[in-house]
C-alpha cells in the first residue's frame, strides 16, 4: 500500500486490521509524533498533533478489543 493510501485512510482501516498491525501503527504514530517536536528536525506543531490523534485512535481501537499495549 501506498505511503500517502495508509495516512489518507488511517482511521476507516482501524477496524480491519489485527493487533498485531494495530501495534505496528501504534508504534509508528508514536514516532512521527516524537519526531514532528524533535529538536534539529524541523520542529511542526500541527504535525505532531495530527499524529497523537492518529495515535489516540489507534489505542481506542485497542481499547475496543481489550488488547491494549504495545
Not at 21 to 45: D, I, K, T, Y
Amino acid at each position: 500500500m501506498a505511503r500517502w493510501k495508509l495516512y489518507e485512510n488511517w482511521y476507516a482501516d482501524l477496524a480491519g486490521l489485527s493487533v498485531e498491525q494495530l501495534r505496528e501503527r501504534r508504534a509508528f504514530a508514536a514516532q512521527r509524533a516524537e519526531g514532528a517536536v524533535a529538536r534539529g528536525m524541523g520542529r511542526n506543531p500541527k504535525a505532531a498533533r495530527e499524529w497523537r490523534e492518529r495515535l489516540r485512535a489507534v489505542d481506542d481501537e485497542l481499547l475496543k478489543r481489550g488488547s491494549h499495549g504495545a
